[in-house]
């Protein structure tokens, strides 16, 4: 999985508690003012394996609440989903800028919260918690109204 960084000192502004949050690289989308463009060239970053960051996660995230940014981590799918099934114990959120229709379903099973929607300059909120503007959604998926097919 290639990872621009691990923040572990513990964001209030990424989901629910106090939070860890792990920047994926690459992304494509390249929103106008995105607050994280360091992360969007995907020849950039670190390669780590899953094994790997399971364990730094698990001796360094002591609350186990994750919070998985990027860049966009869907388009590292196949390892993001790997390295949730393995953090099964943890409260997961995900950010993506992928609409809610869009996501993989199989994944949504392993995550309590998701961000979904691009930033859009235009519609950009610093009000609404968890969300850069007001086209997006954050929506609780464990023990949450969303029925997972």
Known sequence: MKINSID??????????????LFVQGCKRKCEDCHNPST???DKGKEFDIEDI???LRKKCLNKKLTISGGEPLLQYPAILELVKNLDDFNIVLYTSFEFDDVPKEILHYLDYIKVGKYIKEQRSTI???????NQK???LRGGEIEIN
Do not use: H, Q
Not at 128 to 134: D, E, L, R
């Open 138 to 140: 954050f929506i609780e």
């Open 54 to 56: 399971v364990e730094d």
């Open 128 to 134: 609404i918690p968890f969300m850069g503007s007001n």
């Open 8 to 21: 572990y000192s513990g964001s209030i502004v990424d989901g629910p508690g106090i939070r860890t949050v």
């Open 40 to 42: 969007w060239d995907i």
